[in-house]
């Protein structure tokens, strides 16, 4: 099975990307995010014509997530209960006939001294306390998505200039950690091992991606089943590159899971 989580930054500008990525990579499961369409105008006909059923959580010129799986799926979860940053449309669950997956796109938090950085830890609370409380672990379950917080060192191009910024800050950190104490993996950091990046994100200025100036902030966090069947994870950078693909791209790659006998 091969899992895509793709921050799209907006589907009206990329959906001629994403029908190449589904054609190029042929995935069973794909998470999106900043979608920034409403869900009456997510591309459904398009989706399903690519040969995939599609759920939307969908939020007008901001946020707004989906999912398409090539199985039939049912919704489990649009939001969480209590959300701090409700109602930004952020999360959106569903189940598969092999896994629970949840597409997560999480508050920015901007800068640190921002209210809504505050509204970021609290945000990570509330989505650690939904895992618990939602999601059987014991099962096959997967959160792909923009998580917009670099796990460690080796995820920023430069952690010297990164230190104690919003996305590299130890707050935050430590909330990206308790979630995933619960009984998630970082596979992404399973399939690299100890080296730096692969990095998932570069902004637009700066000709950030051309100089490498990138940061590992999409990421895909599975349950012990998940880790065990893993094969690899991959970003695919030639998806950010402006020469590749179909129109100008996303700031954001897609990253690539691939699981053994899940089915």
């Not at 099962?139 to 080796?154: A, E």
Request: proline content about 6%; glycine content about 8%.
């Amino acid at each position: 099975m091969k899992v895509v989580t793709w921050n799209v930054n907006s589907i009206r500008q990329r959906l001629p990307r994403l029908l190449g990525v589904l054609a190029r990579h042929e995935p069973d499961v794909v998470c999106l995010q900043e979608t920034k369409v409403t869900d009456e105008d997510f591309p459904f006909d398009q989706v399903r014509d690519a040969g995939f059923h599609a759920s939307s959580w969908g939020q007008r010129a901001y946020n707004g997530v989906a999912v398409l799986t090539k199985e039939p799926h049912e919704i489990v979860s649009r939001g969480m209960p209590d959300d701090p940053a409700a109602p930004d449309a952020r999360l959106l669950c569903v189940n598969t006939p092999a896994l629970t997956v949840a597409t997560v796109y999480a508050v920015n938090g901007k800068t640190v001294d921002d209210p809504a950085y505050v509204t970021k830890l609290a945000w990570f609370d509330a989505l650690r306390a939904w895992v618990l409380e939602s999601l059987d672990l014991d099962q096959p379950v997967l959160l792909g998505g923009d998580f917009n917080i670099t796990p460690d060192d080796r995820d920023v191009h430069d952690p010297d200039a990164w230190r104690g910024k919003n996305l590299a800050s130890q707050p935050e950190r430590d909330r990206l950690a308790a979630l995933e104490a619960v009984g998630l993996a970082d596979l992404g950091r399973e399939a690299a091992g100890d080296v730096v990046g692969p990095f998932t994100f570069w902004d637009y200025r700066m000709g950030a991606f051309h100089r490498g100036w990138g940061l590992r902030i999409d990421l895909l966090l599975g349950s012990a089943s998940l880790r065990e069947r893993l094969v690899s994870v991959e970003v695919d950078r030639e998806e950010r590159k402006p020469t590749a693909g179909e129109g100008k791209p996303s700031d954001h790659a897609p990253v690539i899971g691939t699981f053994r006998d899940l089915v």
